[in-house]
């Protein structure tokens, strides 16, 4: 069973605008999400995390939202870049020594110019 | 600079023919681990250790070994390897294990290995 979900595989938006990418989990027990971005043929690289003490984490033109009740978490990028044209992962620590880190299926992002 | 380096890159084989994927790292981290990337199944960690001498099953270990005898290298082994583990293999490492501060993984370019 999925314990983190990424139900929508892939994303078109245009230059300039606001990219909205979305995470569900079914664990309420989760306290730590992060997310990477992975370009073709490299590998995926950090890009930002909140824990669950926050509802909201800034970072540039990147900010994560964690809605806990919902157990919902999106990554908005604004304004969306054609350099940020990626595979985007959400991933949390799973397990019960947090030592795993799980990953979604990932989202396609296509900005076009 | 800091890296993750694996090797090789890329390998055809055959089913059955041993074959070990070397993953180093330069960063003095205590915590490494193995992942595989398949189309529609994401990312799905295949062994971790949190240091020498200390390895552990992820989601997806059957297949597969592990050794950390040194802290900065964590080789994958396939003994026996099958069309099934035909995929694209990353290792990771961070100073921390995931979950305790940044939990940042830093990961190595791939390794796109084909079994026939």
């Known amino acids: 069973d999925q314990q983190v979900k990424q139900n929508s595989p892939s994303l078109s938006v245009q230059e300039g605008r606001i990219s909205i990418l979305n995470c569900d989990y079914t664990n309420s027990m989760f306290d730590y999400f992060l997310w990477y971005k992975k370009y073709p043929a490299e590998g995926p690289t950090f890009l930002i995390s909140?824990?669950?003490?926050?509802d909201k984490n800034e970072d540039g033109r990147f900010t994560v939202f964690l809605n806990k009740s919902a157990k919902h978490l999106s990554l908005h990028i604004v304004p969306s870049q054609p350099g940020d044209s990626a595979v985007y992962f959400c991933a949390t620590p799973s397990g019960g020594s947090n030592y795993k880190l799980t990953f979604g299926k990932g989202t396609l992002l296509t900005v076009n110019p | 600079e800091a890296q993750v380096t694996q090797n090789p890159r890329y390998l055809i084989t055959v089913t059955g023919k041993k074959l070990t994927v070397t993953c180093s790292q330069n960063m003095n981290h205590e915590y490494m681990s193995w992942y595989r990337q398949d189309p529609g199944l994401g990312l799905r960690q295949i062994y971790y250790?949190?240091?020498?001498?200390?390895?552990d099953k992820g989601d997806v270990p059957e297949g597969y070994k592990v050794s950390r005898k040194e802290k900065r290298n964590f080789p994958l082994i396939l003994e026996s390897p099958s069309p099934n583990q035909t995929s694209l293999y990353f290792c990771?490492?961070?100073?921390?294990?995931?979950?305790?501060?940044?939990?940042?993984?830093?990961f190595g370019e791939g390794s796109r290995l084909t079994v026939l």
């Open positions: 909140i824990s669950s003490i926050k």
């Open positions: 250790s949190m240091n020498v001498e200390v390895t």
């Open positions: 990771a490492s961070s100073l921390l294990p995931s979950g305790q501060n940044t939990g940042e993984l830093f």
